[in-house]
């Protein structure tokens, strides 16, 4: 039987960045939200209307002084609020329903009203940081989603994967010194932010909840797909989150303008399903994705394509279809991946 899929979609958050010329573009959610409308789509997914996150959920993660700066920038033509991330008139208002329209999913996944969700919002978030705005991130969407979902649903363990190319720095920065949320990342390395060796595994209370697998330019799917395996997996079966989110960029594919990465739309279905053979073990499939980068629009619009259907159950790539894409991965070139499991070996044991 398929699942009942969510997804948020909203027109207002083409609102953001209008105009204004950026590879972070309305553009992408309009070929998104199209290619929702086509024949093999329509109607086979449950619409989560978006709402607007209030101060108080903002402030979960944001301090009030940032959220002041970034709401002081509604109905301005243009703020900078670092070299690559810029405001217009409604930024303010698009980014509050981003992080509202993740909140929404939380709260379709958690109260079985969908099995799973994805998040089709922007401005996208992982890069903005307790007093930041980051690479193109206005709030951190996610890591809202996060708090939220542990105070108004009493969760105690989350798990936060994140396969854009770029290192979510903002979630691993609000994170890092708490064991209630789980932050693994793939990422190119080196690359924008600058951070995410396999050295950073959380300090204090949280030290061991953050995992980091720097991967090198030109890394492929087999090599994701056996750090999800072979990493991410294990880890994730030892701490059984209670809830599954996923930073969901695409900005990994082969043919992205920002990236140097090798990810094909096959790749995303079978870290998808990864995901998806987590969440059924831990709790009862409830996996929220939120969409990060991605900055080819017909590359993106495809992996989505894929991965929604892999969510929704009209594919699924077997535990054979896993295996083969892990033995693919270039001998040699998995050596980071056994630094990573050495470095977490105090926490997790994954050997
Ligand atoms: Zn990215």
């Known amino acids: 039987m398929a699942n009942r899929t969510g997804v948020v979609v909203d027109e207002r958050y083409l609102r953001h960045g209008e105009g204004h010329f950026h590879p972070e573009s309305p553009r992408r959610l309009e070929a998104l939200y199209a290619m929702l409308q086509q024949p093999d789509m329509e109607g086979k997914y449950v619409a989560i209307a978006p ?3 209030t101060h108080d959920e903002l402030g979960l993660v944001h301090a009030p002084s940032y959220i002041g700066l970034v709401a002081g920038t509604a109905g301005k033509r243009y703020y900078s609020l670092d070299a690559d991330t810029q405001t217009s008139p409604e930024s303010y208002d698009t980014a509050k329903l981003a992080v509202g329209g993740v909140l929404n999913a939380v709260d379709a996944a958690m109260t079985g009203r969908a099995d799973n969700a994805f998040a089709f919002v922007r401005p996208p978030g992982h890069h903005a940081g307790r007093n930041r705005g980051a690479g193109f991130c206005l709030f951190n969407n996610v890591a809202v989603g996060a708090r939220y979902a542990l105070g108004k649903y009493g969760l105690k363990r989350i798990l936060i994967a994140d396969w854009d190319l770029h290192h979510g720095d903002g979630t691993q920065e609000i994170f890092y010194r708490d064991k209630k949320v789980l932050y693994f990342s793939t990422h190119q390395y080196p690359a924008y932010p600058g951070s995410g060796t396999f050295t950073e595994t959380g300090q204090g209370d949280g030290a061991g909840y953050t995992v980091n697998v720097p991967l090198k330019a030109r890394t492929d799917d087999a090599l994701h797909v056996k750090a999800f395996r072979g990493i991410l997996q294990p880890v994730a079966l030892k ?5 599954v989110l996923l930073s969901a960029g695409f900005d990994s594919h082969f043919q992205d303008p920002l990236g140097d990465m090798r990810v094909t739309p096959k790749g995303y279905v079978f870290m998808t399903r990864i995901l998806m053979d987590i969440a059924a073990a ?14 080819n629009v017909e590359a993106l619009t495809e992996s989505v394509r894929l991965v929604l259907k892999e969510m ?3 594919t699924r790539a077997t535990e054979d279809d896993l295996y083969r ?7 040699g070139k998995d050596q980071i991946l056994r630094r990573v499991a050495e470095q977490i070996d105090p926490f997790w044991q994954v050997f």
């Open 51 to 53: 709402r607007h996150a």
């Open 239 to 243: 701490f059984q989150p209670e809830l």
């Open 282 to 295: 831990c709790c009862g499939g409830r996996l929220v994705a939120v969409l990060e980068g991605g900055y």
């Open 312 to 314: 929704r159950g009209d």
């Open 325 to 331: 894409m892990e033995y693919e991965a270039e001998q």
